[in-house]
């Protein structure tokens, strides 16, 4: 855990598109003494569009950069003059002004096609047009962003995606592959092994997903936020099943642990997190202390540390959001082990889909999928023509959902078992009853 932590700060210092606006340093006073007023203009405009940026009001930030740009004074400073073209383009960007935002990544790259805020730019871009679906146009700037080490993650994972989405599984998976590495530790790298994983399974890749979700199991990335990852494969699961795709279905929920590891892993996973969100606000407050102390507020600051923070209280939601459903699920366990029934079944492997079936009816009295799961349990019964082992399913079944859709089946194959054991009174008495209770039934 303390690595998955380290690479958390790591990722969180990293100045990417998401992390907020570059920073630069304020211009030095030009040497002609005729024009040292500027100097303050400058500050007065850069520390407006940094609060405004801390304050999420992108618009006042843009509309501060522009009229940066437009003094003439600040051509003197070419690196400053292109982090403010840049930030016009971030801050519309935020406004979800996209139209705007990709002119001003586009502005910044014409003027400096090898400035520093290249990669950023072409990832503005890129990033852009994924926030409108326009995936095949996001491709070839994701592609471009993707080759600066420091954007890496940010751009493949969205180039991997982006593949996805318009249907290009094997780039999307090698994509994915290479991000995730050998060693799966960062929230980028969990995402992008989910990710392979549902790629895997679209493709019907089922000996290759079974290797690939053992590989990743042991990782601590994977282990930190099980409660996304279970979740994840449970919604992708459904998905699948849905589609009947069974194989791969029942891959992912044989890989989905214990209700009582989610918990367990989960809550000491967020403390961790927490300590180090509390670390981290504390600096930043201490930091703006000191620039305020010495009047050295440096443009871009306070946002990029907001940024930051809110970057990961978001993580720290999301994981919380999904932890608290696996806590709320008392049966979290029994839904799992009848959907791996349901795929069993629609396999044809009865004798697996019973298991399951039969664990849920006894060791989960109260699950939410108990019904259809003993209804299950004796059609596999029947399946494998163990009829001497229906009579008391059956009979609980009645017992537990007299009203059920398929109660008059059951209440049949009740009567068809009792037939063929030769108990004749408990034959009228069983239809006898069954009349009684529902003089109307076809059954």
Same mark, same amino acid.
């Given at each position: 855990?303390?690595?998955?932590?380290?690479?958390?700060?790591?990722?969180?210092?990293?100045?990417?598109?998401?992390?907020? &606006?570059?920073?630069?340093?304020?211009?030095?006073?030009?040497?002609?003494?005729?024009?040292?007023?500027? &100097?303050?203009?400058?500050?007065?405009?850069?520390?407006?569009?940094?609060?405004?940026?801390? #304050?999420?009001?992108?618009?006042?930030?843009?509309?501060?950069? %522009?009229?940066?740009?437009?003094?003439?004074?600040?051509? @003197?400073?070419?690196?400053?003059?292109?982090?403010?073209?840049?930030?016009?383009?971030?801050?519309?960007?935020?406004?979800?002004?996209?139209?705007? /935002?990709?002119?001003?990544?586009?502005?910044?790259? $014409?003027?400096?096609?090898?400035? $520093?805020?290249?990669?950023?730019?072409?990832?503005?871009?890129?990033?852009?047009?994924?926030?409108?679906? #326009?995936?095949?146009?996001?491709?070839?700037?994701? *592609?471009?962003?993707?080759?600066?080490?420091?954007?890496?993650? %940010?751009?493949?994972?969205?180039?991997? @995606?982006?593949?996805?989405?318009?249907?290009?599984?094997?780039?999307?998976?090698?994509?994915?592959?290479?991000?995730?590495?050998?060693?799966?530790?960062?929230?980028?790298?969990?995402?992008? /092994?989910?990710?392979? !994983?549902? !790629?895997?399974?679209?493709?019907? *890749?089922?000996?290759?997903?079974?290797?690939?979700?053992? *590989?990743?199991?042991?990782?601590? +990335?994977?282990?930190?936020?099980?409660?996304?990852?279970?979740?994840?494969?449970?919604?992708?699961?459904?998905?699948?099943?849905?589609?009947?795709?069974?194989?791969?279905?029942?891959?992912?929920?044989?890989?989905?642990?214990?209700? !009582?590891?989610?918990?367990?892993?989960?809550?000491?996973?967020?403390?961790?997190?927490?300590?180090?969100?509390?670390?981290?606000?504390?600096?930043?407050?201490?930091?703006? $202390?000191?620039?305020?102390?010495?009047?050295?507020?440096?443009?871009?600051?306070?946002?990029?540390?907001? @940024?930051?923070?809110? *970057?990961?209280? #978001?993580? !720290?939601?999301?994981?919380?959001?999904?932890? +608290?459903?696996?806590?709320?699920?008392?049966?979290?366990?029994?839904?799992?082990?009848?959907?791996?029934?349901?795929?069993?079944?629609?396999?044809?492997?009865?004798?697996?889909?019973?298991?399951?079936?039969?664990?849920?009816?006894?060791?989960?009295?109260?699950?939410?999928?108990? @019904?259809?799961?003993?209804?299950?349990?004796?059609?596999?019964?029947?399946?494998?023509?163990?009829?001497?082992?229906?009579?008391?399913?059956?009979?609980?079944?009645?017992?537990?959902?007299?009203?059920?859709?398929?109660?008059?089946?059951?209440?049949?194959?009740?009567?068809?078992?009792?037939?063929?054991?030769?108990?004749?009174?408990?034959? /009228?008495?069983?239809?006898?009853?069954?009349?009684? $209770?529902?003089?109307?039934?076809?059954?």
């Amino acid at each position: 855990m303390k690595d998955f932590v380290s690479g958390i700060r790591r990722l969180l210092v990293v100045l990417c598109l998401s992390a907020g &606006p570059a920073q630069a340093q304020a211009p030095a006073a030009p040497a002609a003494p005729a024009i040292t007023v500027v &100097p303050a203009v400058l500050n007065r405009l850069f520390r407006e569009a940094d609060e405004a940026f801390a #304050s999420k009001d992108y618009k006042t930030a843009a509309a501060k950069l %522009e009229e940066l740009v437009r003094l003439d004074t600040i051509k @003197e400073h070419a690196e400053g003059l292109e982090m403010c073209r840049f930030n016009i383009g971030l801050a519309y960007f935020f406004d979800k002004q996209y139209e705007k /935002a990709i002119e001003g990544f586009t502005n910044c790259l $014409k003027i400096y096609p090898k400035g $520093k805020n290249a990669g950023r730019s072409n990832l503005g871009i890129g990033k852009t047009y994924a926030e409108q679906q #326009s995936w095949e146009q996001a491709i070839p700037f994701l *592609k471009l962003a993707s080759a600066d080490r420091t954007l890496r993650s %940010e751009a493949g994972f969205l180039l991997g @995606e982006a593949y996805s989405e318009t249907g290009k599984n094997e780039e999307a998976l090698n994509v994915f592959r290479n991000l995730m590495g050998n060693d799966v530790r960062t929230p980028e790298q969990t995402t992008a /092994a989910v990710s392979a !994983i549902s !790629i895997l399974a679209d493709m019907g *890749k089922s000996s290759e997903l079974v290797a690939y979700i053992r *590989k990743l199991q042991a990782q601590p +990335g994977i282990r930190s936020a099980i409660s996304w990852v279970a979740t994840q494969l449970v919604v992708r699961g459904d998905e699948l099943l849905k589609n009947e795709n069974y194989e791969e279905a029942l891959i992912l929920y044989r890989s989905v642990p214990s209700r !009582i590891y989610i918990l367990e892993q989960q809550r000491k996973s967020l403390d961790e997190y927490k300590t180090l969100l509390n670390t981290l606000t504390e600096h930043a407050k201490a930091v703006a $202390k000191e620039d305020l102390a010495a009047n050295q507020q440096q443009p871009g600051t306070t946002a990029t540390s907001q @940024e930051a923070i809110e *970057k990961l209280k #978001s993580f !720290i939601d999301a994981t919380e959001q999904t932890l +608290g459903a696996v806590d709320a699920k008392t049966d979290y366990d029994a839904s799992v082990l009848y959907r791996r029934g349901r795929c069993l079944f629609h396999l044809e492997r009865y004798t697996e889909a019973l298991f399951c079936f039969s664990r849920v009816h006894k060791n989960y009295p109260k699950a939410g999928d108990l @019904e259809p799961s003993i209804f299950a349990e004796i059609v596999s019964l029947a399946q494998l023509r163990l009829t001497k082992e229906i009579l008391p399913v059956a009979k609980d079944f009645i017992k537990n959902f007299p009203e059920a859709k398929q109660a008059g089946q059951v209440n049949d194959l009740i009567g068809d078992c009792l037939v063929d054991k030769g108990d004749w009174p408990e034959v /009228a008495r069983h239809y006898g009853e069954a009349y009684d $209770k529902n003089p109307s039934s076809e059954h």
